[in-house]
């Protein structure tokens, strides 16, 4: 799994599913300059930037954003495409974009021909589109834990999708504990400390 690219990565999931924890761990593992924007605490080896706009001050770095859809109003057409620019300023501008969110109705056809690579915690597969592509890569991943009536995943552990994988590269992966906050605090079902490929 090589992320020291530009390409961008959107993490999904219900809440209280580690989504944070999961996107730090993945911002550190690009070794790049890390900065987070959303977050309400500082992050370890993380700059914390206050407006979406630092983003033009910014560049060979990776950009955390949690809860994307509470930094761009998504109830616009309009913020979809404002998504679409920050998407594309990102990539050309060697920023590795990483953001979270449990609302995915927002993701339209477009916006995911522009995202190549998910990391899915546990979600209700039902709340999710027909045909939109978090509902695909769940129902193409084979594992004991998604059926087609839903999907168990522990917390610490993910499925992966990168479009341009490598054969081998997808499907449920782990990963270690960031010491974040509640979500991990409060979990009964955790997969192993260390991060692994199922």
Not at 15 to 21: G, Q, V
Not at 24 to 44: E, F, H, S
Not at 113 to 140: M, V, Y
């Amino acid at each position: 799994m090589k992320l020291n690219t530009n390409e961008p990565i959107i993490c999904m999931g219900n809440p209280n599913t580690c989504k944070t924890n999961l996107c730090v761990y993945l911002a550190r593992q690009t070794k790049r300059k890390l900065y987070a924007l959303g977050y309400p605490k500082k992050i370890a080896g993380f700059i914390n930037l206050s407006h979406l706009d630092d983003i033009f001050k910014i560049t060979k770095c990776t950009l955390f954003i949690d809860e994307v859809d509470a930094i761009i109003d998504f109830t616009a057409k309009r913020d979809n495409n404002k998504f679409r620019q920050l998407l594309k300023f990102a990539y050309h501008n060697n920023i590795k974009l990483i953001c979270n969110t449990q609302i995915s109705q927002f993701i339209n056809k477009t916006l995911e021909a522009l995202i190549p690579c998910w990391a899915i915690t546990e979600i209700d597969i039902f709340s999710l589109k027909n045909g939109s592509k978090p509902k695909r890569i769940i129902q193409d991943t084979k594992h004991n834990s998604i059926t087609a009536m839903g999907m168990s995943l522990p917390k610490g552990r993910y499925i992966w999708y990168n479009m341009k994988s490598i054969a081998g590269e997808n499907g449920i992966r782990t990963f270690p504990d960031q010491h974040l906050g509640k979500a991990w605090k409060n979990a009964t079902n955790l997969a192993p400390k260390t991060a692994t490929k199922n």
